[in-house]
């Protein structure tokens, strides 16, 4: 398994334009045709003050997106793909996969949350065999609290979507203390990231009932619908994403992956260390310059 972050200062859009541009030349006309909606909408709306995180998922990061149609490209590249030869196609509930012959196979989810788009993929025997998407799925989310909103109207705004538990985990009944500011953002965000890694792994639309998933964070224990899940694997991990005006993002992300019904695993969240061999990381003007170099030569 390996994760590539991309991290992007979503304060400073206008440093990375002209490599934008250099980029999107790069691309398959389908591709250029659907990045350019994104480019195009982006200018339509900034009359009316859509914030700087809402135009980097539109113009860079959805999977529709250029940094999130860019990242499966290079991987492809890496195994000896020419751009013409790269195929992509999505599942009746959109998940996306690829369809290029590759031995081994290789999977792949993307995810996006204001400065970060994130790839996890897998190949070889680290992928359980259930093409043509597999059950491979990740996220990840800004620690962040909406303006104007309390902590505690922001969980009820998803409660239905919680279990007792997590509500509890989240909110401790009294004579407990609140929790302090970080560390209610924390769980409430791995709970969320947990819950949607999941079910982009499952390759399932937005019809499915988060309340059956639920995460004990605090001892980083799993269940869906109320049973350990067998045979999948659960990993936490945490970015950080350094912004020019000296301020600094925290995001924290889970991948889920399934590894087989015969596959004996404790249903605990496995928790990355620090700076784990398996997460690469590039800030979005180095990407786009590695991507521009490495896929230029392969389109032919």
Not at 160 to 178: G, H, I, K, S
Not at 238 to 257: F, M, P, T, W
């Amino acid at each position: 398994m390996e994760v590539r972050a991309v991290l992007l200062d979503t304060t400073a859009l206008n440093d990375v334009d002209e490599l934008y541009r250099r980029a999107l030349i790069i691309m398959d006309e389908d591709s250029k045709s659907q990045i350019e909606k994104y480019y195009h909408r982006v200018d339509s709306v900034r009359e009316f003050r859509i914030s700087h995180s809402q135009i980097f998922a539109d113009r860079y990061g959805v999977p529709g997106g250029l940094i999130g149609r860019l990242l499966p490209r290079l991987l492809l590249k890496a195994r000896g793909v020419s751009i013409p030869d790269m195929k992509f196609a999505k599942t009746r509930a959109g998940k996306p996969y690829i369809m290029t012959s590759s031995n081994p196979p290789v999977g792949y989810n993307i995810t996006h949350d204001n400065g970060v788009v994130a790839m996890v993929s897998s190949t070889g025997l680290d992928l359980y065999p259930d093409p043509p998407a597999y059950r491979l799925g990740i996220d990840v989310m800004l620690l962040q609290l909406p303006k104007r909103d309390t902590f505690t109207g922001f969980v009820g705004v998803f409660s239905e979507q919680l279990t007792n538990l997590e509500r509890a985990v989240l909110l401790p009944p009294p004579p407990a203390a609140p929790l302090p500011e970080h560390e209610q953002l924390r769980r409430f965000y791995l709970i969320w990231t947990l819950k949607e890694a999941y079910t982009k792994a499952l390759g399932l639309g937005m019809g499915f009932d988060f309340s059956r998933i639920e995460y004990d964070v605090p001892h980083d224990a799993v269940r869906i619908d109320g049973v350990a899940p067998r045979g999948w694997e659960f990993t936490r991990f945490e970015l950080r994403n350094e912004l020019k005006d000296g301020r600094a993002e925290e995001y924290v992300g889970v991948v889920a992956r399934f590894l087989g019904d015969d596959i004996e695993r404790e249903s605990r969240v496995r928790v990355a260390p620090v700076q784990p061999e398996w997460l690469l990381t590039d800030g979005a003007a180095r990407f786009l310059e590695t991507a521009i170099e490495e896929l230029a030569t392969s389109n032919t």
